[in-house]
Nanobody, 118 residues
Framework: QVQLVESGGGLVQPGGSLRLSCAAS????????MGWYRQAPGKERELVAT???????NYADSVRGRFTISRENAKKTVALQMNNLKPEDTAVYYC????????????WGQGTQVTVSS
């Protein structure tokens, strides 16, 4: 059983910063992709950023240059440093881990709320 536990959400003013963290536990294949997705009210879940176990990163255009994703493989953690936050970044942020080994394994955290408002 794989579990993902997120932390670090909250309320921040425009231009502020937040850091999200996610810890994975359970039986996880060493070659995997961890990432952050978000879902705003009335919208579909969208990719924010991903990082492979080898360290390759991918960002949504809307956050590139403002957000930084990082991971520690030994600790099975992934973090998202969010700077210069904007009201449109308001959403529930979900941690994800996935890998393929004969089939696709795809796990999600419970989500953490990020609200950017003055």
């Amino acid at each position: 059983q794989v579990q993902l536990v997120e932390s670090g959400g909250g309320l921040v003013q425009p231009g502020g910063s937040l850091r999200l963290s996610c810890a994975a536990s359970g039986s996880i294949f060493s070659i995997n992709v961890m990432g952050w997705y978000r879902q705003a009210p009335g919208k579909e879940r969208e990719l924010v950023a991903t990082i492979t176990s080898g360290g390759s990163t991918n960002y949504a255009d809307s956050v590139r240059g403002r957000f930084t994703i990082s991971r520690e493989n030994a600790k099975k953690t992934v973090a998202l440093q969010m700077n210069n936050l904007k009201p449109e970044d308001t959403a529930v942020y979900y941690c994800n881990i996935r890998w393929s080994w004969s089939t696709l394994y795809d796990y999600w955290g419970q989500g953490t709320q990020v609200t950017v408002s003055s």
